[in-house]
T-cell receptor, first 112, second 113 residues
Framework: RKEVEQDPGPFNVPEGATVAFNCTYS??????FFWYRQDCRKEPKLLMS???SGNEDGRFTAQLNRASQYISLLIRDSKLSDSATYLC?????????????FGQGTRLTINP | ETGVTQSPTHLIKTRGQQVTLRCSSQ?????VSWYQQALGQGPQFIFQ???????GRGNFPPRFSGLQFPNYSSELNVNALELDDSALYLC????????????FGPGTRLLVL
């Protein structure tokens, strides 16, 4: 079983729609959770951290359920520029290192 | 821009060859992590360097090795290249053994023929 699992999509939605991504993680000792965004042929960039209380950044809302080991991302009023791959990420400790464990990524295309 | 740079941007090698990839970390960061991203997959952790020492390693064979220099820049070396080593290699710069936010460089795209 993969440490972080997410639906690879692709998701194709019209501009203005609301879209939700989910992922699950297997390591209950994980302490930090993130959503990264990756544009085609570019590096991943931090979109937002995810907290148990839930957090919002403009049109983006992230939620964490530690009991279910489940993370979600909601994008409201989607824009063409939201088209990208969204990576669910958790941290893990390997030796002395805090490494990031990535899901496969969910590809999103917003259509005009 | 993150201030993390990588070179070269693209590279083509043949099976069995050796390759060295380079990463310059963001100013003030003492930790560099390396990741391999195969096509259609998320990045996978290779190893991390903190203050010139390797302090964590993922499930990669010993032919993947690295260095970190006193200025905290880093190299990733891969010996005896295999076709499956074709991937985007990303370095991430951070502080405190990766506890801080990890900022990624643009990556080096390696093709092994």
């Amino acid at each position: 079983r993969k440490e972080v699992e997410q639906d690879p999509g692709p998701f194709n939605v019209p501009e203005g729609a609301t879209v939700a991504f989910n992922c699950t993680y297997s390591n209950s000792a994980s302490q930090s959770f993130f959503w990264y965004r990756q544009d085609c042929r570019k590096e991943p960039k931090l979109l937002m951290s995810v907290y148990s209380s839930g957090n919002e950044d403009g049109r983006f809302t992230a939620q964490l359920n530690r009991a279910s080991q489940y993370i979600s991302l909601l994008i409201r009023d989607s824009k063409l520029s939201d088209s990208a791959t969204y990576l669910c990420v958790v941290n893990a400790v390997r030796g002395g290192a805090q490494k990031l464990v990535f899901g496969q990524g969910t590809r999103l295309t917003i259509n005009p | 821009e993150t201030g993390v740079t990588q070179s070269p941007t693209h590279l083509i090698k043949t099976r069995g060859q050796q390759v060295t990839l380079r990463c310059s970390s963001q100013s003030g960061h003492n930790t560099v992590s390396w990741y391999q991203q195969a096509l259609g997959q998320g990045p996978q952790f290779i190893f991390q360097y903190y203050r010139e020492e390797e302090n964590g390693r993922g499930n990669f064979p010993p032919r993947f090795s690295g260095l970190q220099f006193p200025n905290y820049s880093s190299e990733l070396n891969v010996n005896a290249l295999e076709l499956d080593d074709s991937a985007l290699y990303l370095c991430a710069s951070s502080s405190g053994q990766g506890r801080g936010t990890q900022y990624f460089g643009p990556g080096t795209r390696l093709l092994v023929l």
